[in-house]
């Protein structure tokens, strides 16, 4: 989300985004949710994104499933959080990945299981995540013992 946006963007954004460009929603989302070249607007943020994730978006289901658990213009569920972040980590996205091995952690959504936690937080930290192999060596320290 580091582009910057300006009004012309905001438009051609927009316009492709209507015709239903999942890449334009989700940077009109994206838009929409940091205020950049556009009000902030959570509600707006969260309904381009949704479009774009539910047309196969990776990133979009990413950022659904934080939108979701946080309750960033959607009431917070955290079984949809866990859901759409899952979607994404199967794809392979790293910070989905991440998220994942934390939601098991924290028995975010799903039981605790340091198993599966140990899993995603590898898979990201195979594709360099900040915090990913950090997180698996916290697991092995604090009793997770099984190699991967």
């Known amino acids: 989300m580091s582009e910057k946006y300006s009004i012309d963007n905001i438009q051609t954004l927009r316009v492709d985004a209507e015709k239903g460009l999942a890449e334009a929603q989700l940077n009109l989302g994206n838009a929409y949710r ?13 309904r381009w994104t949704q ?22 213009g959607v009431a ?4 949809e959080a866990f859901r759409w ?11 989905a990945q991440y998220r994942l091995g934390s939601m098991y952690t924290n028995g975010k959504g ?14 990201a930290a195979e ?4 915090g990913a192999q ?14 991967l």
Do not use: C
């Not at 972040?85 to 910070?95: P, V």
């Not at 594709?127 to 900040?130: A, F, G, L, P, V």
């Open 51 to 72: 479009l774009a994730a539910n047309q196969g978006l990776v990133g979009a289901q990413n950022n659904l499933g934080v939108m979701y658990e946080y309750g960033e």
């Open 127 to 130: 594709q360099d995540i900040h």
């Open 85 to 95: 972040t899952q979607l994404a980590a199967e794809k392979g996205y790293a910070k």
């Open 110 to 123: 799903v039981p605790r299981n340091k198993a599966e936690a140990a899993t995603w937080f590898q898979l």
């Open 134 to 147: 950090s997180a698996l060596d916290f697991l092995h320290i604090t009793g997770y013992q099984e190699s």
């Open 76 to 79: 917070q569920n955290i079984i």
């Open 34 to 46: 940091t205020g950049q070249g556009i009000a902030q607007d959570a509600t707006e943020a969260f």
